[in-house]
């Protein structure tokens, strides 16, 4: 997400930092800011947009001599809108720091602050914790333990960056869930979120830990973990600087398709009450849910495919009608649309042409809803509220962790619906959340299948055409997984509801045809896709079956290859059968030597309708 760079020795630090916020400018970031510690005393310059603000505000600024020691932070935002005032660092008293996460409690926390005097100038979570820190410190503890002392108060994840005019040789870090690097060098080093912000300065790393918190200085550095000092050995790197962008993958889709355990973490995070098993959208109002009498669902490409899904979800969780349309086509089929409507759209940008023209229709006349990957997009300011998906920034073309994070919200918005109208109970809500709180693991197992899922690839690269089939709620995962193939690979692919199979597409079959179906272990649907799968193989066609039950024999009597991912529940499955669909449209393409990241005729962003 966020990207941070520290410096401490004899170079100008504020050429280090900036050096560095650029090599991380490639996960996309909508503000920028550094703090220095120049005579004496703390300078902090921030400005909105790329880069190149920031360094005319510094120009602008002059700082008034070379600073040894300052923190740099390009932000992606997560609580409150793109701005300076919202832009890191943020400062206390005589303290400035740097924030990568999320604050989980910062709510109550901001208001205890507040009681005891604090002004806030920003909307964000991250300047409670440079309060805390001055408020430790005045009461008499130096930096490192001041930092402890936060890290003891909060809830949630973080890779903080803090330095104090008090102690003008010294960072101190401390990380939970988010990454921090120390970089090492001759009487000189660095602190960062990222190797690649370092690489071209040092080779001598040492990645932290959860739960470490650091003091930094010019020559030394030490680490304490659980209140005792701790040694890290330090690593070598060898990556190039390319691949360290890339966190060490080969593209950024595979990168991105790896982020998927750790991104629905950060979906559900402060959203998911296990204590009490429930489900929390903050940022709906209140009544909304219980007010609408039918959902529309809006989106493109993927984003229509998570529709389907939260259809789905909407509608069996909820018992609220719904129905998903392509933005593209809505906004020119006079609908239907009144105040008991609900709109929800869906995009990972927010900026897609078509699904902002379908909301500024929506918004005359129906209520409207977001669900977004991007804080301060157009979509999010046309809407009423918004879910954001925290999925962090996806630059592959092809969208992978994006989908997976709209299903997840699409899902959540569907628990708070039921359980404001009164279609759920308590117990089963827990069922539901204890299914959520199981999604990492299983997804990062899903992950594992990559080596397997490889070879499937190399079997089937030379197919033409791919047909994709699923029933329920595995339709829309063939409808992705059949995007992804074509959209990189350049292969024709087709998804399909199995059912419908027999009323047309059967005719294609034939032994050149890899046929590839999602069975999910549902015994009804199981059943069904069963018999699909024994119509497809009595008609020569080589299928590949993904399914979430293990040790399925009938299956593996039909099926040429097989590949298994872990069973969480029924409605949670769709997530984690998507994953080895998406690591087989990534082989099949890096096999025949497609542009993976940046496949032809493709945007990230389709801004022009
Ligand atoms: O940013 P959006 O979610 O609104 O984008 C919608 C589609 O353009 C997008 O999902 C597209 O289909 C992707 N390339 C799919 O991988």
Redesign the pocket.
């Known amino acids: 997400m966020c990207g941070i760079v520290g410096y401490v020795g004899p170079k100008n630090a504020l050429d280090v930092i900036i050096g560095g916020l650029e090599r991380l400018e490639y996960r996309g970031y909508d503000s920028a800011g550094v703090a220095v510690i120049a005579d004496g005393q703390i300078r902090v310059t921030r400005a909105v947009g790329k880069l190149e603000n920031l360094k005319k505000s510094l120009e602008d600024a002059a700082v008034p001599a070379v600073p040894h020691l300052g923190i740099g932070h390009t932000r992606w935002a997560t609580h409150g809108k793109p701005s300076e005032t919202n832009a890191h660092p943020h400062s206390a008293g005589k303290v400035s720091l740097i924030h990568n996460g999320i604050i989980e409690n910062y709510m109550t926390l901001r208001a205890d602050l507040e009681r005891e005097g604090c002004i806030f100038r920003s909307d964000t979570d991250t300047e409670i914790a440079a309060h805390l820190c001055n408020r430790y410190i005045s009461k008499g503890l130096d930096l490192f333990n001041a930092m402890k002392a936060m890290c003891a108060e909060i809830k949630g994840s973080y890779a903080f960056l803090v330095i104090d005019e008090r102690y003008p040789d010294r960072i101190v870090a401390a990380k939970n869930s988010s990454p921090i690097v120390l970089g090492i060098g001759a009487g000189e080093m660095w602190v960062a979120s990222d190797i690649p912000a370092i690489l071209g300065s040092t080779r001598q790393v040492v990645i932290l830990e959860d739960g470490d918190i650091t003091e930094v200085r010019a020559n030394t550095f030490r680490i304490e973990h659980d209140g005792k000092e701790v040694e890290r050995t330090p690593m070598t790197i060898t990556w190039d600087p390319v691949t360290a962008q890339k966190g060490g993958f080969k593209h950024f889709m595979l990168k991105e398709i790896h982020d998927q355990p750790q991104v629905v973490t950060d979906c559900v995070r402060g959203r998911l009450r296990q204590d009490v098993g429930s489900v929390e959208l903050p940022e709906l109002p209140p009544t909304l849910l219980k007010e609408v009498q039918r959902v529309l669902f809006l ?5 229509w495919h998570a529709a389907l899904l939260g259809k789905f979800y909407l509608e069996s969780l909820a018992r609220i009608p719904c129905e998903v349309d392509y933005a593209s086509e809505f906004r020119y089929r006079e609908p239907v649309l009144d105040a008991r409507t609900l709109v929800v759209a ?7 042409a078509d ?1 902002l023209g379908a909301v500024d229709v929506a918004v005359k006349h129906a209520r409207t809803l977001a669900i977004c990957n991007v804080l301060g997009s157009s979509l999010s300011r046309k809407v009423e509220s918004t879910v954001f998906t925290h999925a962090g920034p996806e630059i592959s ?3 992978t962790k ?1 989908f997976t994070t709209q299903v997840l919200a699409s899902y959540l918005l569907a628990l708070v619906s039921a359980e404001q109208r009164s279609m759920i109970n308590k117990a089963k809500l827990a069922e539901h959340t204890h299914a959520i709180a199981l999604l990492p693991m299983a997804m990062q197992a899903a992950v594992a299948t990559e080596s397997s899922v490889r070879e499937v690839a190399r079997r089937f690269q030379t197919a033409r055409d791919f047909l994709f089939l699923g029933r329920g709620l595995c339709y829309p995962v063939a409808l992705e997984g059949a ?2 193939l074509k ?1 990189i690979s350049y292969i024709h692919a087709e998804g399909y509801p199995a059912g419908e199979m027999k009323h047309g597409p059967i005719a294609l079959i034939d032994d050149k045809m890899p046929v590839v179906m999602v069975v999910q272990r549902s015994p009804h649907l199981r059943d069904k896709a069963m018999s699909n799968l024994r119509e497809v193989h009595s008609r020569d066609a080589q299928v590949i079956a993904v399914t979430d039950t293990e040790g399925d024999k009938e299956l593996r009597r039909y099926a040429a290859e097989v590949i298994e991912v872990p069973f969480v529940s029924d409605l949670l499955s769709p997530l984690i059968l998507t994953v080895p669909l998406q690591l087989l449209a990534y082989y099949v393409a890096v096999l025949n030597g497609t542009d993976v990241d940046l496949p032809r005729n ?1 945007a990230k ?2 801004t022009v309708e």
């Open positions: 989106g493109c490409g993927t984003a869906i995009s990972q940008s927010g900026e897609t699904t073309v092809a969208s994006a995007l992804k959209e493709l962003s389709v």
